[in-house]
């Protein structure tokens, strides 16, 4: 594999790494468009080409007739009718990601290929599971491309759905064929209509929702590999039945939430000294999921930690909130909370009212730090501090220094 053609794919604007893939496998194998079925909880199909009645139901009936780890080639059946394609399966995600190449021609690819081909998906797979267990804060975006997604998946089934009633009503009208046999005919058009729509929308939840349950087996394999070769002991509060674990919940909300418990065990043993222990608890609440993340260290821990490592500015957009609790001497508990669905009314950002210089002063008032000290770091004097601090209660409407700290932490203001 040319390590310079996988570091020009992964490199490109998310958006591009469909067209890049195409024009770096395009020389070697040659196709009028490439298809994507993968693991994305955002944008799970993806497609490029001349054949735009290619749907992902296609290449969920594609991904049947190959193996979970390799390369295939051959004819397959499509919508636009038989063709000869390369499929590349990836077991780097679960369930594998798959690559389809609509080729040009049947001339044999040759192993070599093939196999240089697969490795590059491997490592875009790779980039693409990393990106989806970091669940990057761009929570505006990431919600606007899996609602395409979806309704590209709801466009499909109401043109399925249409296809089978005008089969149904074609067979019922037939004037040539008897009642009794023009009712069959329907029946049958009907129960197969039927099995088809449940397998498409059983898809479309597949690559959109999952189990409580698994997600949390999903961080904890990625914990594990967190605190390999660490000294330190990590506990599971595995979620059953009663936490929740066979809850289905929409798979940005779980891939936040992971994100967010790794940001937080990593500010655990890096910005503190002797944690031995770590325990991770995960629990469906009502209409919320909430993670908590528990050590045994010096209880030190601050809100800052959290700050540097884009905890607030992950959780601020989509309702959630983090509470830390130190207590030095025995240990620091952090509670986070991840909204199941968006708020009713969505929440505006309180912070939008201040200033530049406001902002800064708020941002070192969340740090804990005295009049004195914001007056040394920003070089201003400490009465025109007390002025800045004095407007900024007045215009979030809060009471206290405490009270605009919080606000400051939630809406990441300390990140600004």
């Known amino acids: 594999m040319d390590l310079q053609k996988a570091a020009q794919v992964i490199s490109a604007p998310l958006s591009e790494t469909l067209p890049q893939l195409s024009a770096v496998l395009g020389p070697d194998i040659p196709h009028a468009a490439i298809a994507e079925l993968s693991n994305c909880s955002f944008a799970p199909f993806k497609f490029r080409g001349e054949s735009p009645s290619i749907t992902i139901t296609d290449l969920a009936a594609l991904r049947s007739q190959v193996p979970v780890e390799g390369t295939w080639q051959g004819r397959a059946r499509l919508a636009s009718g038989e063709v000869p394609v390369v499929v590349l399966m990836s077991a780097v995600s679960a369930p594998s990601a798959m690559l389809v190449l609509l080729r040009t021609d049947d001339t044999p690819i040759p192993l070599e290929v093939l196999t240089s081909a697969k490795a590059l998906w491997d490592v875009v797979t790779a980039h693409m599971e990393g990106l989806r267990n970091e669940a990057v804060p761009a929570t505006l975006a990431v919600s606007r491309a899996a609602a395409a997604a979806r309704a590209v998946a709801i466009s499909d089934l109401s043109d399925a759905y249409g296809a089978s009633l005008s089969s149904m009503l074609t067979a019922l009208r037939d004037r040539a064929v008897e009642d009794s046999v023009a009712r069959a005919r329907a029946a049958d058009l009907a ?32 914990l594990r590999r967190v605190l390999r070769g660490r000294d330190v002991r990590l506990d599971l509060g595995t979620p059953g039945a009663e936490e929740g674990a066979e809850r289905v919940v929409p798979t940005e909300i779980t891939s936040t939430a992971a994100a967010v418990v790794r940001a937080t065990v990593h500010a ?5 000294g002797g944690v031995s222990r770590v325990h991770i608890g995960w629990k469906i609440a009502g209409a919320v999921l909430r993670a908590t993340v528990r050590d045994d260290g010096p209880g030190t821990l601050s809100c800052g930690s959290l700050d540097q490592r884009r905890v607030p500015e ?26 199941l669905g968006p708020p009713e009314t969505p929440r505006e950002d309180p912070l939008t009212v201040l200033g530049a210089r406001e902002l800064e002063v708020l941002g070192q008032v969340a740090r804990g730090r005295r009049n004195r000290d914001i007056a040394g770091e920003l070089h201003i004097s400490e009465s025109t501090v007390k002025f800045h601090v004095a407007k900024i209660l007045e215009k979030l409407g809060v009471g206290s ?16």
């Open 191 to 222: 129960v197969t209509a039927l099995v088809e729509l449940r397998a498409r929308a059983d898809l479309d939840r597949a690559q959109t929702e999952e189990r409580a349950g698994d997600a949390f087996e999903r961080l904890a394999e990625s």
């Open 268 to 272: 655990m043993l890096d910005d503190q």
């Open 314 to 339: 992950r959780l601020g957009p989509i309702g959630g909130k983090v509470e830390v609790d130190a207590v030095p001497g025995w240990g620091a508990t952090v509670t986070i909370e991840v909204p």
């Open 401 to 416: 220094r405490g009270e605009a700290a919080a606000l400051a932490h939630e809406w990441g203001a300390t990140a600004r």
